[in-house]
C-alpha cells in the first residue's frame, strides 16, 4: 500500500490532491500550519470516509525540524512514504519596487527554501526505504512567466523548477522521479486574495482583475483545484514512471512554451 503526504492540504488545491489520491487508494498524511487545523481534520476525514487511512499533521514548511517531523510523523504513523507533494505556497501581489526584503524573504522562505526541505527530508526517507518514490513540487505559471506586481512569486516558482530538475538528476539512481505541476488561474482563496490586490492596485472592482486573467485562457474558464489534482493523480502514480524533471502547465492554455 503507498502512502503520500501533500502539504497545505487544509483548503484549495492542496486539499483537492489529498482527496484524489485517496480516491486512486493511497493511505494520504495532510499538514499544514497549526491555525489551519480544523480545516486539516475536515481533509482528514474526507479522506477517511474514502476508506483510505490519514494523519493530519500540524507545521511549517519553512522550518527544518518541522519539516523533518512531517516527515517521521507520516512514516511512523502510515508505514512508509512513497509520495510526497510539496503543495504548500504562498502568493504576494506587488511592485518590486515597493517590496521590501523581510516580504521577499517570506515568500521565499515558503515557496523556495519549503520546497527545499520538502524535497530533500522526503528524498532521504525514500532512499533509506530503498523502494524508490514520486516527489512532487507546486510551481505555477508564474515559474515559466515572470508576470507583473507578482515578481517575487515568479521567481520563487521559477525556483521550483530548478530544484525539481537538479533533483531529478541526482535520485534517478534510488528509483525517485521528481516533477512539478504548474497550475494557471484556479479557483481558490490565494487566487481571490491575488484579484483583491491587483483591484486595489489598479483601482478596479472585485473580480474584475480575475476576469480580465481568465479571458486570456483557451479553455475559456479558470481550473478548480480538481483539475489539478487529476494531473498530480498522474505524476504520483505508475503512468509517469518514465517522466522526470519537468514542471508542466496545468493552465487550461494559458502559456505555450
Request: glycine share 12%; aromatic share 6%; proline share 2%.
Amino acid at each position: 500500500m503507498t502512502v503520500a503526504h501533500v502539504t497545505g492540504a487544509a483548503r484549495g488545491i492542496g486539499k483537492a490532491i489529498a482527496l484524489r489520491l485517496a480516491q486512486d487508494g493511497h493511505d494520504v498524511a495532510v499538514s499544514d500550519l497549526p491555525s489551519m487545523k480544523d480545516e486539516l481534520d475536515v481533509t482528514r476525514k474526507g479522506i477517511e470516509a474514502l476508506g483510505r487511512r490519514s494523519a493530519a499533521l500540524t507545521g511549517d514548511v519553512s522550518d527544518h525540524d518541522s519539516v523533518r517531523q512531517l516527515v517521521v510523523d507520516t512514516a511512523e504513523q502510515l508505514g512508509s512514504l512513497d509520495v510526497f507533494v510539496a503543495n504548500a505556497g504562498i502568493a504576494q501581489t506587488k511592485a518590486l519596487l515597493d517590496v521590501t526584503p523581510e516580504e521577499y524573504d517570506k515568500v521565499h522562505a515558503v515557496n523556495g527554501r519549503g520546497v527545499f526541505l520538502c524535497y530533500t527530508e522526503a528524498a532521504r526517507q525514500m532512499i533509506k526505504q530503498g523502494t524508490g518514490g514520486k516527489i512532487i513540487g507546486a510551481s505555477s505559471i508564474a515559474g515559466h512567466k515572470g508576470f507583473p506586481l507578482l515578481g517575487v512569486y515568479s521567481s520563487s516558482k521559477f525556483g521550483v523548477r530548478a530544484l525539481t530538475q537538479a533533483a531529478a538528476q541526482e535520485w534517478a539512481e534510488h528509483g525517485i522521479t521528481v516533477n512539478a505541476y504548474c497550475p494557471g488561474i484556479v479557483d481558490t482563496n490565494m487566487w481571490v486574495e491575488v484579484d483583491r490586490d491587483l483591484g486595489a492596485i489598479n483601482n478596479v472592482g472585485e473580480g474584475e482583475s480575475m476576469k480580465a486573467m481568465a479571458a486570456g485562457i483557451t479553455l475559456g474558464r479558470v481550473s478548480r483545484g480538481e483539475d489539478v489534482a487529476g494531473f498530480v493523480s498522474y505524476l504520483a502514480g505508475p503512468d509517469s514512471n518514465y517522466m522526470t524533471g519537468q514542471s508542466a502547465l496545468i493552465d487550461g492554455g494559458m502559456l505555450f512554451v
